[in-house]
């Protein structure tokens, strides 16, 4: 069964090509599906999001593709939505739940974007230096996602871990570390939405290993969720990177991947 991926971007966002490119690499590679998942408008983060204007021009284009491409493969308008957006959740055939950014005492705080230095740099202005308080908030933002959004999807889960190769910020078997991700988990697996097994660090160098982390992905096989493989891709070049190793891997964990957006949907709608 060839896969597909379901959490992409493009030129409306923060990706390399046009939506139509993604889609054209898609048909070549052979996918069955497809879905966008642009940035969805969020005020402040306007360089990496869709902008305002921008948000029902990407909704005409994804469609317009749709109808188009129509004989050669399935697309769908989805969405990636962020924790901070206030946008509307409806006009989309499914939403994926992100955390990106954190708001810390009225200041905005990047998990996903800026560099190494630059969340060093937040650590220690906004949360004293102690990076496990910062990974705390992360996990108890991610932790409401689905209240939230009612997202589909959660995206990247563990995201926070994004510039810690090699554990150089904060060791990710710390208690503190484990009991938070730990809460976050737990709760969410109460909800319908399904985890993505997301590729898109590991192709970008941040990180060998994909979202989330191996100790998650053994709970998330305790309680018998599927999960969906995605390479969160902003370029063609990654279209579906990594995935036979992300198909090994949750094999050996003894979790079952869905390889349809309509079985996400059965289970989340
Ligand atoms: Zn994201
Ligand atoms: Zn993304």
Redesign the pocket.
């Known amino acids: 069964m060839k896969l597909s991926t379901y959490h992409s971007h493009s030129v409306f966002c923060d990706g390399k090509n046009t939506a139509e490119e993604m889609l054209l690499r898609a048909i070549e590679l052979g996918c069955p599906e497809y879905g966008f998942s642009g ?1 969805v408008y969020s005020q402040g983060d306007d360089e990496w999001c869709i902008s305002k204007d921008g948000m029902p021009e990407y909704r005409r284009e994804v469609l317009r593709l749709k109808e188009k491409y129509k004989d050669k493969i399935k697309v769908f308008l989805g969405i ?1 939505y962020d924790y901070l957006s206030c946008e509307p959740t409806e006009p989309y055939d499914y939403v ?1 739940g ?1 955390v ?1 950014t954190l708001l810390k005492d009225g200041v905005r705080a990047e998990v ?1 974007g800026g560099t190494y230095e630059s969340r060093l740099e937040n650590v220690k202005k906004l949360w004293g230096g102690d990076p496990y308080a910062f990974v705390e908030d992360y996990f108890l933002a991610i932790s409401d996602i689905y209240n939230k959004t009612c997202c589909d999807v959660i ?2 889960f563990d ?1 926070v871990n994004k510039f810690n190769q090699k554990e150089r910020m904060f060791d990710e078997k710390h208690p503190r570390y484990v009991a938070a991700a730990t809460a976050a988990l737990d709760k969410l697996l109460l909800t319908p939405a399904v985890f993505e097994f997301n590729t898109g660090g590991a192709y970008r160098g941040y990180r060998d290993n994909f979202y989330p982390n191996d100790f998650l992905l053994e709970r998330i096989a305790l309680a018998k969720k599927p999960m969906l493989i995605t390479s ?1 891709t902003h370029c063609t070049d990654s279209l579906l990177f990594g995935y036979e190793a992300a198909v090994k891997k949750l094999d050996a964990f003894g979790i079952k991947y869905l390889t349809s957006m309509d079985d996400v949907l059965e289970i989340t709608r």
Do not use: A
Request: aromatic fraction near 0%; charge should be negative; charged fraction near 30%.
């Open positions: 940035h990636e994926i992100s990106h996903d995206g990247h995201i969160d």
